[in-house]
């Protein structure tokens, strides 16, 4: 069914930036809510950022507030996440999901997801 795929993961220097995208294909539904989540190693998988279908409502984890922006376009089927200010605490795997009718910051609430992109902060 559905299939997202994440892109524009990479090593960066502290201090940095990078911009990671989603593309969704398949039987997805452009009213569903967007998000990201990354894990570290050892880690649980941890909230980073929600939106919702027409990007009127977002919400964002406390500890990206500030640094990271998540937007989407549907007419592209892609949701972004830019990242800057960049730090050793942002290193992990990052993963797009999609599912809920409204954005949550639960993971459990969402029900498709990519294989994650890398990203990972030198420091």
């Known amino acids: 069914q559905v299939h997202l795929e994440e892109s524009g993961g990479g090593l960066v220097q502290t201090g940095g930036s990078l911009r990671l995208s989603c593309v969704a294909s398949g039987q997805t539904l452009y009213y569903w809510a967007m998000a990201w989540f990354r894990q570290a190693p050892g880690k649980e998988r941890e909230f980073v950022a929600a939106?919702?279908?027409?990007?009127?409502?977002?919400l964002y984890a406390d500890s990206v507030k500030g640094r990271f922006t998540m937007n989407r376009d549907n007419a592209k089927n892609t949701v972004y996440l830019q990242m800057n200010g960049l730090n050793a605490e942002d290193t992990a795997v990052y993963y797009c999901?999609?599912?809920?009718?409204?954005?949550?910051?639960?993971?459990?609430?969402?029900?498709?997801w990519g294989r994650g992109a890398q990203v990972t902060v030198a420091s």
């Open positions: 999901a999609e599912g809920p009718p409204i954005p949550t910051t639960d993971k459990n609430d969402y029900n498709h």
């Open positions: 939106i919702n279908w027409d990007s009127s409502k977002t």
